[in-house]
């Protein structure tokens, strides 16, 4: 699923490094760079394994799923008008020690848990696609 919109989030820069990452959301779904020599995922990316120390990496696509780390809900109006928003800290499924600093989206406040299940969606911005996650279609939970 892809939101489009008017975003009040600041964009990144794609440079040559990250622009698989920002713009994976394209098709739909999520990618991180991983080892082809020891299969690890490395995030954010970089030019050589945080494992095994090789420069064979490429982008590779995950599942989009995985469980919130912890959260906290922001109330603070930083720009008039502006709801509530959850920032989580979610682990992904295929390797939990790789995580995002991303936003809950499709859940009230006080419906977030951590340990909830959730799925990646993205929100299309200029060339971007940011990965933000809601619950999974069966509830999210555990």
């Excluded at 690890?40 to 394994?49: A, D, S």
């Excluded at 800290?89 to 009230?108: G, K």
């Amino acid at each position: 699923m892809v939101a489009n919109g008017p975003s009040f989030r600041l964009l990144p820069r794609l440079s040559d490094d990250v622009a698989f990452f920002w713009t994976s959301g394209e098709d739909g779904v999520l990618r991180f760079l991983q080892c082809n020599a020891c299969q690890f995922f490395n995030h954010p990316p970089g030019p050589v394994c945080r494992r095994c120390l090789s420069r064979d990496l490429a982008p590779h696509a995950v599942s989009g799923r995985g469980r919130v780390e912890t959260f906290s809900v922001n109330y603070q109006e930083w720009i008039p008008g502006s709801e509530p928003y959850i920032l989580a800290w979610v682990s992904i499924d295929e390797q939990p020690d790789v995580r995002l600093t991303t936003n809950l989206v499709d859940v009230e406040p006080e419906d977030v848990a951590i340990g909830m299940e959730v799925e990646v969606v993205f929100e299309h911005a200029d060339d971007v696609y940011l990965p933000l996650f809601k619950p999974t279609s069966d509830g999210g939970h555990t």
